[in-house]
């Protein structure tokens, strides 16, 4: 079992710039594909942004594309994500995941608590 906690969340103003942190409790470089999601008030959970074990392949929702980047620092053991050109649209949660089915559009087992993002027009 693997623990994940966020960071990095907080107000932004918009066209704005965020860079959101995932650490783990336990090694997740190369062994667990990682995913933030986010989540508005009265909406679903999306996906944002996927990474692949070793960080080498990624993908991105395509309301987002662009505008976003996942990255892995395996000497850190976090995932990163970079918000960019953000916009005042419903606040939402961010969260990571890990998996340990591969990566992209899987089950995701391990979840963090979420970290609040909130964009100011």
């Known amino acids: 079992q693997v623990h994940l906690v966020e960071s990095g969340g907080g107000l932004v103003q918009a066209g704005g710039s965020l860079r959101l942190s995932c650490a783990a409790s336990r090694r997740t470089s190369r062994t667990y594909g990682m995913g933030w999601f986010r989540q508005a008030p009265g909406k679903e959970r999306e996906v944002v942004a996927a990474i692949s074990r070793s960080g080498g392949s990624t993908d991105y929702a395509d309301s987002v594309k662009g505008r976003v980047t996942i990255a892995r620092d395996h000497a850190k053991n976090t995932v990163n994500l970079q918000r960019n050109s953000l916009t005042p649209e419903a606040t939402p949660v961010y969260y990571c995941?890990?998996?340990?089915?591969?990566?992209?559009?899987?089950?995701?087992?391990?979840w963090g608590q979420g970290t609040q993002v909130t964009v100011s027009s």
């Open positions: 995941a890990a998996t340990t089915e591969g990566w992209g559009t899987v089950r995701y087992a391990y």
